[in-house]
């Protein structure tokens, strides 16, 4: 059923049992905060059949929830929440990226060493495969939403780039010098010059599907090790 889905998804089941009354009490601010943001549409949309405000919501929230999902180390329910929500919008009809596609394309970039401007949504995908492949290599434990905030917090094309570089200077005694695929995605990454404004919003849904769906540099080629 999409409620549970929903409410498991994106609100960690705190969503349902929290459709009315207080809930500071019961919850951090943040997450308290979204559940009085949302909850309305959510009723609306799964008890009283009006979806007016359902796929706004959806389109403008939950990201936001899967942020928070990471923050506290949810990574594996972040990623369930980022498929449904793309899920929702495609059926809505919303364009969405192709994941495979995407996949495909820069694959094909790095393959051949082709350091032609990215698209911007190249662009973003891109920097989250290189941030969760760069915080993988960390030795804490429990380590990949705490290490994955800090990019949370950066939508601006220039910085992500200095945040990247800082990360991976951090630990690339990690990194084989001879991986090439990964090189090729750094010289790529800071090569990168947007000249086109994009909205934050998408810059982050791109940078979200590119850190927590399958990686790219675990696959691996004949001739490379990471």
């Not at 495969?129 to 990949?144: E, G, H, M, P």
Request: with cysteine; glycine share 4%; aromatic share 14%.
């Amino acid at each position: 059923q999409l409620e549970e889905k929903v409410d498991d998804a994106f609100y960690n089941h705190q969503l349902i049992n929290n459709y009315y009354g207080d809930v500071w009490k019961k919850l951090d601010n943040s997450f308290a905060n979204f559940i009085y943001i949302t909850r309305e549409a959510m009723i609306s949309y799964f008890r009283k059949y009006d979806d007016r405000n359902f796929y706004q919501v959806i389109k403008k929230y939950g990201s936001k929830l899967i942020i928070e999902h990471i923050k506290k180390d949810r990574v594996f329910k972040a990623g369930l929440a980022l498929n449904l929500k793309l899920s929702l919008l495609d059926n809505k009809g919303d364009k969405i990226m192709d994941i495979k596609k995407m996949q495909k394309k820069i694959l094909n970039h790095l393959s051949i060493s082709n350091y032609q401007n990215l698209e911007t949504e190249e662009f973003y995908y891109l920097c989250g495969q290189v941030a969760r492949y760069l915080i993988n290599q960390s030795k804490q434990n429990d380590k990949t939403g705490s290490l994955l905030e800090p990019f949370l917090k950066i939508n601006e094309s220039q910085r992500l780039k200095e945040i990247i570089k800082i990360t991976y200077f951090k630990y690339k005694h990690a990194i084989s010098l001879h991986y090439v695929k990964f090189n090729n995605a750094m010289s790529l990454i800071m090569a990168f010059d947007n000249q086109v404004n994009s909205s934050s919003s998408e810059n982050m849904d791109h940078f979200l599907i590119g850190a927590l769906s399958d990686n790219i540099f675990y696959m691996k080629n004949e001739k490379e090790e990471g």
